[in-house]
């Protein structure tokens, strides 16, 4: 008797670690298809989910369903965030883990109109993203004390080149080369890149909550290592990962050309490089997230300040 009651408990033990192991974890980036999110499309399209022993579901964010609400309502379980948002996130009383860190640069600029030095230009009409983004061009208006009346947009260059904002906030991969396309002049006097002038934080790393990693340590980790993985077959191969990122664009039925998400995956891949050591790291750096605590603190952004030991996953 004794011994059929040990044996059933077996079993139900090994159907429930059957169960946690297939259980299965869904990835919302935090923005639509493109090429910004390669490394992810590569792990999933290439098996390296799969051949981690993790089942990955990659569902994109809407307008009504950005991926925080996503993440907040459980209905998601990793997401991307950039630093500074994360470190928000987490001062509102959301406590995050970050599993695995992609981006090592900061990646912000500003263009301005006429070929003019954006920060010779006090009280203009400076575009910023609806989503957030723009917290360390808020910290430098401020302590330049430039008074920039931002412009709220959600995705595109039209207020710019319209001529109805003097500049406008771009990510170095995607609007930076949008206005390019567009016919916009862009020199080192009209555009101001963050990373050179004391504010190169990093963006771009993969979160979930704390309670849930605690719960999917494993799963966690196997996901992590698999990403980081896609992204180093990413760089090794990128025609490759360009064919597999439109096929993604394609089925999301999003508005780009391959030209463009070419150019993105080539600025993403550079900015995970190190430019103190020259090596793709994959790692959140202490100092980096003291400098966006202390920024962020002085201009009000955190009521508390957020550690490298709250962010990142043990």
Not at 135 to 149: F, G, P
Request: net charge neutral; aromatic share 10%.
């Amino acid at each position: 008797m004794t011994r059929n009651i040990l044996l059933t408990l077996a079993l139900a033990a090994a159907v429930l670690i059957g169960q946690a192991q297939t259980e299965t974890i869904v990835f919302t980036p935090q923005w639509t298809a493109q090429a910004q999110f390669a490394g992810y499309y590569v792990a999933e399209k290439m098996g390296f989910y799969r051949e981690a022993g993790v089942n990955v579901k990659i569902e994109h964010p809407s307008i009504t369903q950005p991926a925080l609400y996503r993440i907040r309502n459980k209905e998601s379980h990793i997401t991307t965030l950039q630093l500074c948002q994360a470190m928000e996130i987490i001062d509102d009383g959301i406590p995050l883990v970050n599993i695995l860190q992609t981006s090592m640069n900061n990646a912000m600029v500003i263009v301005s109109r006429r070929d003019m030095d954006p920060l010779k230009q006090k009280g203009i009409k400076v575009g910023i993203w609806n989503a957030g983004f723009g917290q360390l061009a808020i910290c430098m208006s401020i302590k330049d004390h430039l008074n920039y009346e931002w412009i709220r947009f959600a995705s595109n260059i039209n207020l710019f080149l319209s001529g109805a904002i003097d500049a406008t906030l771009a990510m170095s991969y995607n609007e930076y080369y949008q206005l390019a396309q567009a016919g916009v002049k862009l020199t080192d006097r009209n555009v101001y890149r963050f990373c050179d002038h004391g504010y190169n934080v990093q963006e771009d790393g993969v979160y979930m909550t704390r309670e849930y990693y605690e719960q999917h340590r494993d799963q966690a980790q196997r996901f992590a290592k698999a990403s980081k993985r896609g992204w180093e077959w990413a760089a090794e191969h990128p025609e490759e990962t360009l064919d597999i990122v439109m096929e993604y664009v394609k089925k999301e039925h999003i508005g780009t050309n391959r030209t463009l998400q070419k150019l993105m995956l080539n600025e993403v891949l550079r900015l995970q490089v190190n430019r103190d050591t020259g090596k793709r790291e994959f790692r959140l750096r202490p100092d980096m997230v003291r400098l966006a605590n202390r920024m962020l603190h002085d201009n009000m952004m955190l009521d508390h300040e957020v550690t490298y030991e709250q962010l990142i996953a043990r």
